[in-house]
């Protein structure tokens, strides 16, 4: 069932001390987070009708984010999504976006962009 806060930003990173970081970043500018430590871990939460933005990293050893994105669309949940990856890649961001990435994001994170992104998303 819906928690009734439909502008829930959710970060999927296995790990953990970048998930912190993404969490108080975005606690900080106003939003609501949760976060998870694999990509099925969001799909099996029933909250998943809730989130209004997902915050994904690409290289997790279960679930790529990718394969994060190819799982939501199958089941219907098309959700704004922003795809963090160490190594730019045109092949993968070509397909998040396929999938429904609003952007692909390099490490070292520009957090401010970050930030103007997400809130566009969760508008």
């Known amino acids: 069932m819906p928690s009734g806060n ?14 912190d970081v993404l969490d108080a970043l975005l606690e900080s500018a106003g939003h609501t987070v949760k976060t998870y430590a694999a990509g099925q871990l969001l799909l099996d939460d029933p ?8 915050v994904v990293d690409q290289k997790m050893p279960e679930m790529t984010g990718l394969d994060l994105l190819r799982a939501l669309n199958a089941v219907g949940h098309s959700i704004p999504s922003l795809l963090i990856t160490g190594l730019p890649d045109a092949r993968i961001a070509d397909e998040a976006r ?4 609003i952007d692909v994001l390099t490490k ?6 970050l930030l103007k992104l997400v809130a566009y998303a969760v508008v």
Not at 108 to 113: G, H, L, N, Y
Request: hydrophobic residues 45%; contains cysteine.
């Open 108 to 113: 070292p994170i520009d957090w401010e962009k």
């Open 47 to 54: 909250e998943l009708h809730d989130v209004a933005c997902l």
């Open 6 to 19: 439909p502008n829930i930003v959710a970060i999927v990173d296995d790990d953990g001390d970048v998930r």
């Open 98 to 101: 396929d999938l429904g990435a």
